[in-house]
């Protein structure tokens, strides 16, 4: 309050060209933004305000839905979905990790070994967006077909035994198992994780590297206490870029799954437009959204970053 | 920014603080409380319009009357699904839409954009609900959807005497479906045929020949592929089971559904499937599922391992209906655009290139002229034999259609 109490000091007079700013000249940042309040108001506020209301109806398409502050639709909808949702957050949350696992050697080697090759690395990275989302998840189906020569390789040394035990796969195959699933995820996000990752390692000073040389650091101390420090915003942006759409997602689920690894998204979707069931479909989502707006809180307090990207 | 003593801002910064709206020092004004009892209104009026924002029955546009234009505008849009017209060698034109214009004057705006039923009944509810036009005068949909387009009063009553050809053509199977008894709202546009397909490479001599094959055989396990459609996936089993799809109770559906619930539990059900079964079968991904006709006439054209075999018990038959729908601006010229499918000529041309079930008598001849293989293919002109063991899904109420549809979602994992 100090600072609010210790008034700024009086505006120091005018130079005689300048005037200070008139009511029209204040309201130019608020005209600036209008078109973006604007947008926010149609395309944000105004569905979520809809679908609190619908979360909250009952009724059904042919007599109609009202407002009837039926609150106990959010309660059954955890009631009966709650695997589902947990199902979410866990092929999500592996497939983050992978996506980590798997870029964050790519967007290191592409900032500061690729040289020359950068820019055809980076454009690599984008190319697969060039094809439709659904052409590219169905093309795992043939690279995990069951008579494939990557579900072969896996059988043969003994890698499905070990996730069958885990209960990730079903027999000798991938196809239709939470592996498959989380395989597709982890590729389909897999940009969004580098792309951040990319951006913050190639804005660190280069110099750095060799000052933590030259104080005889081992490269591996270099990146554990000079690099990766550094590339927190790109891992905490990458992490929620990757894990708030994953956790959403039903293509995979529905295209590479089964029964057994429906997620959340694939209910909303089922609820919403087979079964009719608007209600429950609205208190789903917003319940999703909760969920995820809680996790990403505290996740990001955890990882203390500010400037994200 | 630490060089600057934090309450005392050089004057530039200071400055643009005070100007910016996200920014600015405000200490507690009135404004700012105006402003806050500003906030406050507003969370209120939020909650009032929560209260407000209901959807009214769909019944509502029942009776909205439709001009019709027909006679000032020679044109008609039908909105098809994909694939579901003849094309010419140019894959451009369809010969036969050309030949309606060229006879009728009536110039057709054909567009494929129904991919899915519910989609597509997500897409057009709104203007239906609101009483407007959606754009369409002639729309193709499955039975169910039909029927609930019929149900809530959301299409308009065909005249009857502009479809002479319809009327005196349409195969008896497909004339009285409970929802829509004596075809007063829609004609179908083609049958679809529910069978058992197989991969004959994948199966290894196991041999199929109906559904509790397909549910009990252990040799299948994890290799068996069901329909995501309810009607088709439960009207099989009910069939299987000895009963009869057009005529069922719940306790059979849901002696059904745990029928079909034992087979997912013990992994024999690899997974429900929409169209996309097609790829699996002919992989060999799934040695044997449930499959629609007119996709297996295909598959067997491009791979020799596909075949298909249609159960003793039966097997389930829907129909993709033309309707038109509330507000068409063009309905006269839709009808004669329907009836112009049920002349022989257009029909036999339309089923040599999509490979369903022919909804048209008479065909055979001009069938045979064209495509004499087709003409013999009971997939496509099923002879009495195969239309005898066809059985259709009894029409749902809405309260039925909803409670089904929820146990068939958890069935299918959601």
């Known amino acids: 309050m100090t600072a609010v109490a210790g008034a700024p000091p009086e505006a120091p007079a005018p130079a005689p060209r300048k005037r200070p700013p008139g009511r029209r000249g204040r309201l130019v940042p608020y005209w600036l933004l209008l078109p973006g ?183 591996s101390e270099t990146f554990r206490k000079v690099t990766f420090p550094l590339s927190m915003p790109g891992v905490v942006s990458g992490t929620l870029l990757t894990f708030i759409p994953a956790s959403g997602d039903y293509v995979n689920a529905d295209l590479l ?53 | 920014m ?93 010969p036969t839409l050309d030949a309606f214009t060229r006879r009728t004057g009536i110039r057709v705006e054909y567009t494929e954009d129904i991919n899915d039923n519910v989609e597509f009944f997500g897409r057009i509810k709104p203007q239906l609900a609101a009483g407007q036009d959606t754009g369409r005068d002639l729309i193709v949909v499955t039975d169910w959807l039909a029927a609930r387009l019929i149900r809530f009063g959301w299409v308009q009553k065909l005249d009857a005497s502009n479809l002479p050809h319809a009327y005196a053509n349409l195969s008896a199977q497909f004339r009285t479906p409970d929802w829509d008894p004596g075809r007063a709202y829609s004609y179908p546009w083609t049958g ?91 992989r060999g991904d799934l040695a044997a599922c449930l499959a629609w006709a007119g996709d297996v006439v295909q598959l067997k054209a491009d791979s020799p391992e596909v075949d298909f075999v249609v159960p003793d018990s039966g097997y389930m038959t829907s129909t993709d209906n033309l309707l038109v729908p509330n507000r068409a601006r063009h309905k006269t010229n839709a009808e004669r655009l329907i009836d112009y499918y049920y002349e022989p000529g257009p029909a036999a041309q339309l089923a040599a290139y999509i490979n369903y079930v022919c909804p048209v008598d008479g065909v055979r001849t001009e069938l045979a002229k064209i495509d004499e293989a087709a003409a013999d293919n009971p997939l496509i002109l099923p002879d009495e034999a195969m239309a005898a063991r066809s059985r259709a899904f009894r029409s749902l109420s809405t309260k039925e259609e909803t409670a089904y549809e929820e146990k068939f979602a958890k069935l299918t994992g959601a």
């Open chain 1, 257 to 309: 799954g089964s029964t057994d690894t429906r997620m959340i998204g694939n209910v909303v979707q089922t609820q919403f437009l087979r079964i009719l069931d608007y209600p429950t479909a609205a208190a789903l989502s917003f319940l999703l959204m909760a969920a995820i707006l809680v996790m990403v809180t505290f996740y990001i307090r955890r990882s203390g970053t500010e400037d994200l990207v």
């Open chain 2, 192 to 282: 679809i045929s529910t069978v058992i397909a197989y991969n004959k490479k994948a199966l290894d001599g196991v041999e199929v020949r109906s559904v509790s094959d397909l549910l009990d055989n252990p040799k299948l396990k994890g290799r068996v592929g069901f329909l995501s459609e309810m009607r088709d996936s439960i009207g099989m089993t009910l069939l299987d089971m000895g009963k009869d799809p057009a005529d069922f109770s719940d306790d059979d559906f849901d002696a059904a559904v745990a029928r079909l619930q034992k087979a997912v539990d013990t992994g024999q059900i690899r997974r429900f499937t929409g169209n996309d079964y097609t790829s699996d079968l002919s």
């Open chain 2, 2 to 94: 630490e060089q600057y003593e934090p309450d005392r801002p050089p004057p530039a910064p200071a400055a643009a603080a005070r100007r910016s709206p996200a920014t600015g020092r405000a200490s507690l004004t009135r404004r700012s409380l105006l402003r806050a009892a500003g906030g406050g209104t507003l969370a209120l009026g939020a909650l009032g319009t929560l209260s407000a924002c209901g959807i009214p029955p769909a019944k509502n546009t029942a009776g909205v009357p439709s001009d019709d234009h027909s006679d000032e505008e020679k044109r008609i849009a039908f909105s098809n699904w994909t694939e579901y017209m003849d094309v010419d060698d140019g894959e451009k034109r369809h």
């Open chain 1, 37 to 219: 309040i604007l947008w926010l108001l149609v395309f944000f506020v105004m569905p979520m305000v809809y679908q609190a209301s619908t979360s909250v109806q009952t009724g059904s398409l042919e007599e109609g839905f009202e407002v009837t502050w039926h609150f106990r639709t959010y309660w059954d909808a955890v009631a009966d979905y709650w695997p589902q949702f947990l199902r979410s957050v866990l092929y999500a949350g592996s497939a983050t990790v992978l996506c980590l696992l798997l870029g964050y050697p790519l967007a290191y080697l592409i900032a500061f070994r690729a040289g020359r090759w950068r820019n055809v690395l980076l454009v690599l990275v984008i190319a697969p967006f060039f094809t439709s989302f659904l052409i590219r998840t169905l093309a795992w189906k043939t690279i995990l077909a069951d008579s494939g020569p990557v579900v072969g390789a896996l059988g043969a040394l003994h890698v499905l035994d070990v996730t069958s035990w885990l209960g990730m796969t079903a027999g000798d195959r991938v196809l239709a198992t939470p592996l498959a699933v989380v395989c597709g995820l982890t590729y389909n996000f897999l940009p969004f994780m580098i792309l951040p990752l990319y951006t913050s390692l190639e804005r660190i000073d280069g110099r750095l590297h060799e000052a933590a040389g030259d104080l005889y650091a081992t490269p």
